[in-house]
């Protein structure tokens, strides 16, 4: 069977993006997404029409599920101009349930992220002081010194699976603050290396960065692919909620392949 795609990236995180959910979703993932054998990306889109409102079904590159912020911000992209959506504001399901998008330019959307829950500040694991949100992922956030020269694969390995996240284990992103905002680099699980950019990494990055009192919405995000904009509200009891990505999110090239 011949399967026609779509590269896309969202500040870096790139993806393969498709119409329609053939069997063995997983292991397509794990080819296409293979860097030496296959088209190389850090996840899968899939993208279904459904009764209501289209659906995005995410994969790793390992082809486990999951929610992607920066893939869900690709998958806004596909939807307008495949045609599938009408208008420049408009939602659609993925795992984490109903999400809002907006298209802001020809390549740069913004998403409404799920509501995040569970922070835990100062947390301790593998000798770390770090923190803990879930914005669709689970992240552990973890503020260190000399981030450029930083051993993100090593130390990211030794937390992404540590016990304190157990079982679902845990993104890792490790961020400094600068004049301007945060700067980030993410280990991610299912991708299990340091990736471009992970958008539910800068939003829980910048959410830790503002309980800690470090910053104000929005948040300016560097990223190894580029910035993001986080922008979030607060309520009464000093919870988040309202959180929106915005970045550059667009189409690299088109292509098929057997399966």
């Given at each position: 069977?011949?399967?026609?795609?779509?590269?896309?990236?969202?500040?870096?995180?790139?993806?393969?993006a498709f119409a329609g959910l053939p069997g063995?979703?997983?292991?397509?993932?794990?080819?296409?997404?293979?860097?030496?054998?296959?088209?190389?990306?850090?996840?899968?889109?899939?993208?279904?029409?459904?009764?209501?409102?289209?659906?995005?079904?995410?994969?790793?590159?390992?082809?486990?599920?999951?929610?992607?912020?920066?893939?869900?911000?690709?998958?806004?992209?596909?939807?307008?101009?495949?045609?599938?959506?009408?208008?420049?504001?408009?939602?659609?399901?993925?795992?984490?349930?109903?999400?809002?998008?907006?298209?802001?330019?020809?390549?740069?959307?913004?998403?409404?992220?799920?509501?995040?829950?569970?922070?835990?500040?100062?947390?301790?694991?593998?000798?770390?002081?770090?923190?803990?949100?879930?914005?669709?992922?689970?992240?552990?956030?973890?503020?260190?010194?000399?981030?450029?020269?930083?051993?993100?694969?090593?130390?990211?390995?030794?937390?992404?699976?540590?016990?304190?996240?157990?079982?679902?284990?845990?993104?890792?992103?490790?961020?400094?603050?600068?004049?301007?905002?945060?700067?980030?680099?993410?280990?991610?699980?299912?991708?299990?290396?340091?990736?471009?950019?992970?958008?539910?990494?800068?939003?829980?990055?910048?959410?830790?960065?503002?309980?800690?009192?470090?910053?104000?919405?929005?948040?300016?995000?560097?990223?190894?692919?580029?910035?993001?904009?986080?922008?979030?509200?607060?309520?009464?009891?000093?919870?988040?909620?309202?959180?929106?990505?915005?970045?550059?999110?667009?189409?690299?090239?088109?292509?098929?392949?057997?399966?």
């Amino acid at each position: 069977m011949k399967i026609s795609f779509d590269k896309m990236s969202g500040a870096g995180n790139d993806f393969v993006a498709f119409a329609g959910l053939p069997g063995r979703a997983g292991a397509l993932a794990k080819r296409l997404c293979d860097r030496r054998g296959g088209v190389g990306a850090d996840g899968l889109l899939v993208l279904e029409r459904g009764a209501l409102r289209p659906r995005l079904s995410y994969f790793n590159a390992d082809g486990s599920t999951a929610f992607c912020g920066n893939g869900s911000r690709c998958a806004a992209m596909w939807l307008h101009a495949r045609g599938w959506v009408k208008g420049r504001s408009f939602s659609f399901d993925t795992k984490e349930g109903l999400v809002e998008a907006r298209l802001i330019g020809p390549e740069r959307a913004a998403l409404r992220l799920p509501e995040p829950k569970g922070l835990r500040l100062n947390l301790k694991a593998a000798g770390r002081k770090l923190h803990f949100i879930d914005t669709g992922v689970p992240h552990a956030v973890v503020p260190v010194s000399g981030l450029e020269s930083f051993s993100v694969l090593k130390e990211g390995r030794a937390l992404r699976r540590h016990k304190a996240f157990a079982p679902a284990g845990a993104n890792v992103d490790f961020i400094s603050y600068v004049k301007d905002g945060l700067r980030l680099r993410t280990y991610e699980r299912g991708v299990e290396d340091e990736t471009q950019a992970c958008g539910t990494g800068a939003a829980a990055s910048a959410i830790v960065a503002a309980a800690l009192g470090r910053v104000k919405s929005p948040v300016s995000v560097a990223v190894n692919g580029g910035t993001l904009r986080v922008s979030f509200a607060r309520k009464s009891d000093g919870s988040f909620t309202d959180v929106w990505l915005e970045g550059p999110a667009g189409f690299v090239f088109s292509g098929a392949i057997e399966f």
